[in-house]
Protein backbone atom coordinates (compact mmCIF):
# COMPACT_ATOMS: atom_id res chain seq x y z
CA UNK A 1 0.00 0.00 0.00
CA UNK A 2 1.51 3.37 -0.81
CA UNK A 3 -0.22 6.72 0.93
CA UNK A 4 0.19 10.09 -0.16
CA UNK A 5 -0.70 12.53 2.12
CA UNK A 6 -1.02 16.66 0.97
CA UNK A 7 -2.88 19.75 2.29
CA UNK A 8 -0.98 20.84 4.98
CA UNK A 9 0.67 24.04 4.90
CA UNK A 10 0.63 27.55 7.54
CA UNK A 11 -2.67 28.68 9.16
CA UNK A 12 -3.66 31.47 11.63
CA UNK A 13 -5.33 30.20 14.64
CA UNK A 14 -9.23 30.16 13.94
CA UNK A 15 -8.70 28.68 10.91
CA UNK A 16 -8.65 25.88 8.60
CA UNK A 17 -7.40 23.11 6.91
CA UNK A 18 -8.31 19.97 4.52
CA UNK A 19 -5.91 17.20 4.46
CA UNK A 20 -5.94 14.26 1.96
CA UNK A 21 -4.38 10.99 1.72
CA UNK A 22 -4.15 9.27 -1.52
CA UNK A 23 -4.16 5.57 -1.30
CA UNK A 24 -2.88 2.87 -4.23
CA UNK A 25 -1.82 -0.86 -4.51
CA UNK A 26 -4.52 -2.53 -2.77
CA UNK A 27 -8.33 -2.34 -2.56
CA UNK A 28 -9.14 0.76 -0.75
CA UNK A 29 -12.90 0.58 -0.38
CA UNK A 30 -12.28 -2.74 2.33
CA UNK A 31 -9.72 -0.47 4.48
CA UNK A 32 -9.63 1.12 7.46
CA UNK A 33 -8.05 4.10 7.88
CA UNK A 34 -6.42 6.83 10.37
CA UNK A 35 -4.90 9.91 11.13
CA UNK A 36 -1.87 10.35 13.36
CA UNK A 37 0.19 13.52 13.86
CA UNK A 38 3.84 13.84 15.72
CA UNK A 39 4.61 17.43 17.18
CA UNK A 40 8.39 18.56 17.71
CA UNK A 41 9.84 16.50 20.47
CA UNK A 42 6.75 14.44 20.70
CA UNK A 43 5.92 11.15 20.20
CA UNK A 44 3.58 10.39 17.40
CA UNK A 45 -0.20 10.33 18.52
CA UNK A 46 -3.84 9.25 17.12
CA UNK A 47 -6.05 11.59 15.51
CA UNK A 48 -8.96 10.00 13.93
CA UNK A 49 -10.17 6.89 12.01
CA UNK A 50 -12.41 5.83 9.78
CA UNK A 51 -14.38 2.47 9.26
CA UNK A 52 -14.07 1.05 5.49
CA UNK A 53 -17.87 2.60 4.71
CA UNK A 54 -17.04 6.08 6.30
CA UNK A 55 -19.88 5.14 8.48
CA UNK A 56 -18.16 4.45 11.88
CA UNK A 57 -15.26 7.35 13.10
CA UNK A 58 -13.41 7.85 16.13
CA UNK A 59 -11.51 10.92 17.78
CA UNK A 60 -9.20 12.25 20.00
CA UNK A 61 -10.90 13.84 22.68
CA UNK A 62 -8.65 17.24 21.61
CA UNK A 63 -10.31 17.22 18.38
CA UNK A 64 -13.51 16.14 18.72
CA UNK A 65 -16.06 19.05 17.52
CA UNK A 66 -13.09 20.01 15.24
CA UNK A 67 -11.78 17.60 13.06
CA UNK A 68 -13.76 15.61 10.67
CA UNK A 69 -12.17 12.64 8.63
CA UNK A 70 -14.12 10.57 5.34
CA UNK A 71 -12.99 8.95 2.97
CA UNK A 72 -13.96 8.72 -0.57
CA UNK A 73 -13.88 4.91 -1.94
CA UNK A 74 -14.09 6.01 -5.38
CA UNK A 75 -10.82 8.06 -5.20
CA UNK A 76 -9.09 5.28 -3.06
CA UNK A 77 -8.97 8.73 -1.15
CA UNK A 78 -8.99 9.69 2.90
CA UNK A 79 -9.46 13.33 4.26
CA UNK A 80 -9.33 14.86 7.15
CA UNK A 81 -11.13 18.16 7.81
CA UNK A 82 -9.55 20.53 10.33
CA UNK A 83 -11.32 23.26 11.59
CA UNK A 84 -10.78 26.15 14.23
CA UNK A 85 -7.22 25.14 14.30
CA UNK A 86 -4.72 26.13 17.22
CA UNK A 87 -1.23 26.48 17.34
CA UNK A 88 -0.95 23.43 19.96
CA UNK A 89 -1.96 21.51 16.66
CA UNK A 90 0.90 22.23 14.82
CA UNK A 91 2.52 18.94 13.81
CA UNK A 92 3.71 16.66 10.82
CA UNK A 93 0.17 14.78 10.11
CA UNK A 94 0.10 10.91 8.98
CA UNK A 95 -2.55 9.03 7.05
CA UNK A 96 -1.77 5.50 7.90
CA UNK A 97 -3.41 2.43 6.46
CA UNK A 98 -4.88 -0.02 9.62
CA UNK A 99 -4.01 -4.15 9.90
CA UNK A 100 -7.72 -5.78 9.85
CA UNK A 101 -10.17 -4.01 11.43
CA UNK A 102 -11.44 -1.88 14.08
CA UNK A 103 -10.96 1.98 15.13
CA UNK A 104 -8.60 1.84 18.09
CA UNK A 105 -5.54 4.60 18.82
CA UNK A 106 -3.30 2.12 18.56
CA UNK A 107 -0.37 3.32 16.08
CA UNK A 108 1.17 -0.81 16.23
CA UNK A 109 -2.20 -1.46 14.58
CA UNK A 110 -1.23 0.15 11.66
CA UNK A 111 1.20 -1.35 8.76
CA UNK A 112 1.24 1.31 6.41
CA UNK A 113 1.97 4.89 6.69
CA UNK A 114 2.41 8.05 4.31
CA UNK A 115 5.30 10.10 4.55
CA UNK A 116 3.47 13.27 6.69
CA UNK A 117 2.67 16.59 5.51
CA UNK A 118 3.23 19.46 7.75
CA UNK A 119 0.91 21.86 9.85
CA UNK A 120 1.46 25.05 11.37
CA UNK A 121 -0.68 26.86 13.28
CA UNK A 122 0.55 30.77 13.81
CA UNK A 123 -0.72 31.94 17.14
Known amino acids: VQLQASGGGLVQAGGSLRLSCAAS????????MGWFRQAPGKEREFVAA????????YYTDSVKGRFTISRDNAKNTVYLQMNSLKPEDTAVYYC?????????????????WGQGTLVTVSS
Open 96 to 112: AHRQGYGLGPTKEDYDY
Open 25 to 32: GRPFGSSY
Open 50 to 57: VSWSGGST
